[in-house]
């Protein structure tokens, strides 16, 4: 399908295209505008759905807001669309650009968080809850909106992270604080507030239900990355700090439950290690032990994760005086971490360009059981160029990867960007079964003359027996055409398949996750 916009002197084609099942997890041009899908945040449900949050663009390149899901096995959630996602929620007539930037899951209800603008200067603050049938939950806010502008001037606040307890809604963000700004100079501070579950700010928390403060040298940037509540109901905000030379470094405030700092964590409730050179893109919590971990990357561009004890002070035991750091290549980012059951630490970034997974052990030190030496590289997914991620998620041993990839080649425009998802398991090895259902494996085999007893009919093969290989065995996928797409090598054991005494090879479509017999067919060329 194809979209003409007409702009004044321009005519801007989209070309809209479905979904597509990839060799390697789920890739869908979500917006199905053929420009840039990304996720910026993801959770999974108890029912192992995932739900994935974030912003698309349009052929104008603004981005507006995307929400959506697979269920456990990689198909699209149907109680979103027919494509499983949900667009512009967030928009109204008056909206130019707006974005989810995370999402939780509340009493089994979705509760997404962003931003949107109504022009450059005037960007809100949003919360959104869904009825279990993803529809706006009317009985929160607004027709199930939550906005408020807590820069109180008509300019620039965001909430950056969500989490959720005891049916309260925590959100933390970044804002130009009201009694220091002067007309539209000031730098961002952190804020967090509490949302009542009918949608509304608890005016019990802090004060006037919002809690600010501004970290560092005043008039310089706060950037909040992550909200975090405890058991005991304490909120953990986790953020980096930037000085007036742009220099950043990590910082954490730690308040009470109703939004007072707590004067036991650190110095009066706040850390900043201003001597530590680093911008953390997400932080996580152990618990119950209290330990606060943050991912990201030093001023140096080296991999990085930190490590802080409930009371705010480094973990001595963890890797080098309670910070990791590596250097692959140039460019080494993490984006986000999350904690296993095991209490080892998972990591997502990137590498030379290049999509990474990072286990570390609890002692900070990488897991060489996991991937290659304790990084597992994601080499391509679209068969063009490898894609970045920036969220992840683990749930009873399953571990959930989503960001972006890029198109596949014959699409128009090569550089667009489409979500994708994948699962991991626990070894740091793709589970291949996952959005794998309508893409069957194609296997291509010779044997050196050796046949089993069969028959040919109706363009089906019948194998009477079943040949015992020994692995590794070469593996070759085919689109619809018989094109061969792509090769690797997997270790499969038992294959059902193969040539017969004139070389002719057959095309054996099986279930890869099962490995059952499935349609055998003879390939037009050799």
């Known amino acids: 399908m194809m979209t003409i916009l007409k702009v004044p002197g321009f005519l801007v084609a989209c070309i809209c295209l479905a979904n597509n099942l990839f060799a390697q997890g789920f890739h869908t041009d979500a917006s199905e505008t053929n420009n840039n899908d990304r996720i910026n945040s993801l959770t999974v449900t108890d029912q192992r759905d995932i739900i994935v949050a974030g912003y698309y663009t349009d052929?104008?390149?603004?981005?507006?807001?995307?929400?959506?899901?697979?269920?456990?096995?990689?198909?699209?959630?149907?109680?979103?669309?027919?494509?499983?996602?949900?667009?512009?929620l967030l928009d109204d007539s008056q909206t130019t650009v707006s974005a989810f930037l995370s999402v939780s899951i509340i009493d089994s209800q979705i509760v997404a968080a962003g931003f949107v603008a109504h022009s450059d200067t005037?960007?809100?603050?949003?919360?959104?809850?869904?009825?279990?049938?993803?529809?706006?939950?009317?009985?929160f806010g607004t027709n199930g909106r939550f906005m408020h502008d807590f820069s109180a001037i008509n300019y620039v606040d965001r909430i950056i992270s969500i989490a959720t307890v005891n049916n309260t809604i925590v959100v933390a963000g970044n804002s130009i604080r009201p009694l220091l700004s002067n007309s539209n100079v000031g730098g961002f501070d952190f804020f967090v507030a509490k949302i009542t579950a009918s949608g509304e700010l608890d005016r019990n928390f802090a004060s006037n239900g919002i809690f600010w403060k501004d970290i560092g040298q005043r008039e310089q940037s706060d950037n909040v990355a992550s909200v975090l509540v405890d058991l005991d109901g304490t909120i953990i905000v986790g953020g980096?700090?930037?000085?007036?030379?742009?220099?950043?470094?990590?910082?954490?405030?730690?308040?009470?439950?109703?939004?007072?700092?707590?004067?036991?964590?650190?110095?009066?409730?706040?850390?900043?290690?201003?001597?530590?050179?680093?911008?953390?893109?997400?932080?996580?919590?152990?618990?119950?032990?209290?330990?606060?971990?943050?991912?990201?990357?030093?001023?140096?561009?080296?991999?990085?994760?930190?490590?802080?004890?409930?009371n705010g002070t480094l973990v001595d035991q963890f890797a080098r005086n309670g910070i990791f750091t590596q250097s692959r290549s140039h460019d080494d980012?993490?984006?986000?971490?999350?904690?296993?059951?095991?209490?080892?630490?998972?990591?997502?970034?990137?590498?030379?360009?290049?999509?990474?997974?990072?286990?570390?052990?609890?002692?900070?030190?990488?897991?060489?059981?996991?991937?290659?030496?304790?990084?597992?590289?994601?080499e391509t997914f679209s068969n063009w160029q490898p894609g970045s991620f920036s969220a992840l998620a683990a749930y009873e041993g399953e571990i959930i990867v989503g960001g972006y990839d890029l198109s596949r080649p014959e699409r128009t425009k090569l550089s667009d960007e489409d979500i994708t998802l994948v699962k991991i398991k626990e070894n740091g090895v793709l589970d291949l079964c996952f959005a794998n259902i309508e893409l069957p494996l194609a296997v291509s085999i010779m044997l050196n003359n050796q046949s089993d007893s069969k028959s040919f009919i109706n363009g089906r093969v019948d194998?009477?027996?079943?040949?015992?290989?020994?692995?590794?065995?070469?593996?070759?996928?085919?689109?619809?055409?018989?094109?061969?797409?792509?090769?690797?090598?997997?270790?499969?054991?038992?294959?059902?398949?193969?040539?017969?005494?004139?070389?002719?090879?057959y095309r054996i479509d099986i279930d890869q996750c099962e490995q059952r017999r499935a349609t055998i067919s003879k390939l037009p060329y050799k």
């Open 463 to 505: 194998i009477k027996g079943i040949l015992e290989l020994q692995p590794p065995i070469t593996v070759k996928l085919y689109n619809e055409m018989n094109t061969n797409v792509a090769s690797t090598v997997v270790e499969l054991g038992v294959l059902f398949n193969f040539a017969d005494l004139e070389g002719n090879e």
């Open 59 to 88: 052929c104008d390149g603004r981005f507006h807001s995307l929400l959506g899901g697979v269920d456990s096995t990689g198909k699209s959630l149907e109680m979103f669309s027919a494509n499983g996602f949900l667009l512009n």
């Open 122 to 139: 005037h960007v809100n603050s949003v919360v959104i809850r869904l009825d279990s049938n993803g529809t706006l939950d009317n009985t």
């Open 240 to 310: 980096t700090s930037i000085d007036g030379n742009g220099t950043p470094s990590p910082a954490l405030l730690r308040l009470t439950s109703n939004g007072q700092l707590d004067t036991e964590f650190a110095s009066g409730g706040e850390q900043d290690l201003f001597s530590t050179k680093a911008h953390i893109s997400q932080y996580s919590l152990l618990s119950p032990d209290g330990i606060i971990y943050g991912a990201g990357s030093t001023s140096n561009n080296d991999f990085m994760i930190i490590a802080f004890h409930s």
């Open 333 to 378: 980012v993490l984006e986000a971490l999350v904690i296993l059951e095991d209490s080892s630490i998972l990591a997502v970034g990137r590498s030379n360009g290049y999509a990474i997974l990072l286990q570390l052990s609890v002692n900070g030190q990488l897991n060489a059981s996991f991937g290659d030496e304790g990084i597992y590289t994601f």
